[in-house]
Every structure is written in C-alpha cells, then in structure tokens.
C-alpha cells in the first residue's frame, strides 16, 4: 500500500541523513509534496512510523525524530526475521532436525487448525557474528507453506517465504519470559547447567490474518539483548 | 487529540464486546459516522490501533479485531504504569528507599542533561495479586517532576505524575534481557541464589519528548510473563 511505501522511504531517510533524537521533521504538507502523496496518505504513513517508534509528534508543534539510544540490541517491534532486523550483522542458521508431524495440542489451539493438519517441525540453531544466538523450534504450516526443505531450512526462511511463495508476515503475537535453561537447551547453547534463558514464543499471521508459523526461541543470555520503543495510548 | 480519543473509544468498544479475533468491523465510513470523526482523523484512529496490535487492515477486505491469545501476559506496549496496564490485578508497592541524588555519568547520557540537575531516587519492590512481581529502581528528573514524597512513593506514581502535574508519557525506550540475579536481588525477590531474572531497563519521555524517569526494573520469573503484538513494516 501507498502509505506502507511512504513510511518505509521516510525512515530509509532518517536513517541515511543519521538524524539525531529530536530533530524537527519537515511539516505534513511539505512531506506530502516531497513524497507525492495525498494528506490521508501522509497522516497514515505518518501515524505507522509513530506506532513504530521512529518518530513523535506533538500538537501544535511539529513532527520529531525518534531513535534508539542503544545499539547492539534486537527489536522487538518487527518481525521480519533476523536475517532483515539485523541487517549490518552476519546471521546463520544450522539445521538440527527436521520433519512433517502432526500438531500438538497446543499447536491446535494456537492455529485453530484441524488435528489432521501437517506441520513442517524445523530446530534450528541460530549464530549472530558466529557467536551462538539461540535455539529455535518451528512449526510451519502445510495448508500455509506447502514446501520447504532442509537446503531452505539452512538459510533465511523468511526470505524464501517472501520471494517464492509471496507470503509476507503481517503481524505476529510475542510472549517472553526468563527461565532456567534445560539439561538439553544448556548444551546446545553451550551454556553451563541452570544458566537462565530469555524465551520467546512467537506466533507469525499472514497479511490477510492467518496464523502459519509458530516458533519458540530459547536465547543465549549473554549474546541477545533486545530493545523495544512504546507510544502512550 | 481526538484521533487518540476515538482509537481508545474503539478500543473500549472491542473489548466491552468481547470480541474475538477476526472479528470484521464496520468499513471507515461507517466508523467516521459512529464516531462523528473526519475521514482523516479515522485513518489515523485506525493506524494507532494498528501499531498497538488491536486491529488489522486487509487491503480491499476490511478491518478486523486483533486479541491477544494468552491471559495473564504483561503488555509490553503500553506504559502507562502496572497500575493501569494490570487493571484487573491488584498491584501494590513497597518503599524501600528514597533520596534526592546527582545523576550517574549513565544517567547524564540517557537524560541529557547537566551533572547538576537533581533526581529522585526510589527503589521499590512491586506486588501482583501480593506476589512479588519485580524490584524497581527510579530516577525522577526534579526539572520536570519536581515533587514527590514517601508517600506518593508508596502509590502509583505515574497516576499522581498524570493526575496532580498533568504530565503524561508520551513514549518511551524499553531494553530488556535475562541473566543471573544478584545476592540481593535474589534476596529480594525471594528465589534461590543464582535464579534468572527478567530485566527491563525503561525511559520514559513526556509527550513534548523530554525524557523524565529512568527505570531498572528486574522481575520475577516465575511471576512475571509479557507479551507483545507485531505489525509488520
């Protein structure tokens, strides 16, 4: 969509001008010329970026830009797959199983799908700059994503999903939690016994609300920090 | 603004009707004549309830509701204070220290601000439903919250911050990790030593983004879950 556009070339030049927090945006009817777009447009490209933490605007006043202060962090605010959210660093993958099973009861709930449904069951370890970042379970639906193989599954999913199959995240439900890691998850990290874990169960909707992936990450404590820029209401 | 009051008022509406995800609401015209809004101010409405993970739009389809699946899950969205945030909880805060100080070179470079400035301090252990939720560390900026005393401590200090000096969080930065607890943190928060903790540090900003209170909160892990709701860019 148009306004999808617009908020993606105006945060690209934030990002390459390296704009400091603070700085004042030009005003609505100027970046509507400068970005041929209809005021509707700007108003809604311009209330993505608020939600998204790129800028602030405050009434009467004008349109800011918003950064965050930390670099080195993974945000929380997209769902585009590491291989997109973390651009400048190097990000593999090492496939560890992989089969077609039947969904858990959970996995029904989750998707609301038929117990007779197929999954792809993919465990995965993840390496940012060759440094361990987590262990990954991922169930992918059949009805969804038809075919994925153990060459596909060793690199950026996401990035296949998108450019073969044409299927885009459009949005995605986060539940995050510390625990103790488990006998299995410790090694496979190569962390010691009873080290904690930062888990993220994540469950990724298509652009027209369907539900087809399901992932649970485990993170390596020392390796993944995350960041995350709120709106008020 | 009267796009953020008609976003709360669909809002509002979703949940008081309890309804459930996928739910198609009525088209943007018939939204701007419920709710006696332009057509600009609904768009925007809509795009902040978006970015908060209420609805979603399909393209040529329709704005449909978009709910959390999970109860008990702490939103990491908003931040507006537990007390809001966990309404239908009872979350309680015991005082443990409090005192004016000059800000750490740490706090310098996140507030911006002169060596000089004063900030309250307040540590506080936090309660959910009289479990122990999280141990708070607060930096109050005294140029914009010049006043606060044991006793608004012992509150909810965001409601006096809104209620008394009108000052209301505009948004805010979140980093979060896991690692492993301190003696006195486990101590405080009454688990084992060497238990996980879950790690928030937060700074908030007024709605003309001047930047107000610093939080390092540590929590609980086996008492405090979070969620987070995803739109893609």
Redesign the interface.
């Known amino acids: ?1 148009k ?2 556009e617009v ?2 070339a105006i ?1 690209q030049s934030i990002r390459k001008q390296n704009l400091a927090q ?1 700085t004042r945006l030009p005003s609505l009817s100027q970046l509507s010329t400068t970005y041929d777009a209809s ?2 447009t700007m ?2 490209a311009l ?2 970026l ?4 790129i800028i ?1 605007q ?2 009467g ?1 004008g349109i ?1 830009v ?1 950064l ?3 670099d080195n ?1 993974i945000p ?5 797959g590491f291989t997109t959210d973390l651009g400048t660093h190097l990000i593999t993958a090492k496939l560890l199983e992989f089969k077609v099973q039947k969904p858990s009861e959970d996995l029904i709930r ?1 998707f609301n799908c038929d117990p007779d449904e197929d999954f792809f069951f993919l465990k995965r370890k993840r390496y940012i700059d060759k440094k361990v970042l987590c262990i990954e379970n991922s169930y992918f639906r059949q009805k969804v994503v038809p075919y994925l193989n153990e060459e596909i599954a060793n690199e950026s999913i996401f990035g296949y999903l998108d450019k073969v199959l044409n299927l ?13 890691l488990t006998e299995a998850e410790a090694k496979l990290l190569e962390l010691p016994l ?5 888990y993220i169960d994540e ?1 990724f ?1 298509s ?3 369907i539900p087809f992936d399901f992932s649970q990450n485990v ?1 390596h ?1 020392k390796n ?10």
Chains 1, 2 share one sequence.
Do not use: W
């Not at 885009?168 to 103790?180: E, P, R, W």
């Open positions: 969509m306004y999808q908020a993606l945060e603070g005021k509707t108003v809604k209330a993505i608020e939600g998204r933490g602030f405050v009434q006043s800011f918003r965050k202060a930390r962090y929380l605010t997209t769902n585009t989750d885009k995240v459009g949005f995605s439900d986060k539940y995050l939690q510390a625990n103790v009873n080290a904690p874990g930062f469950l909707y652009t027209t609300g993170y404590y993944a920090h995350f960041f995350l820029q709120s709106i008020n209401k």
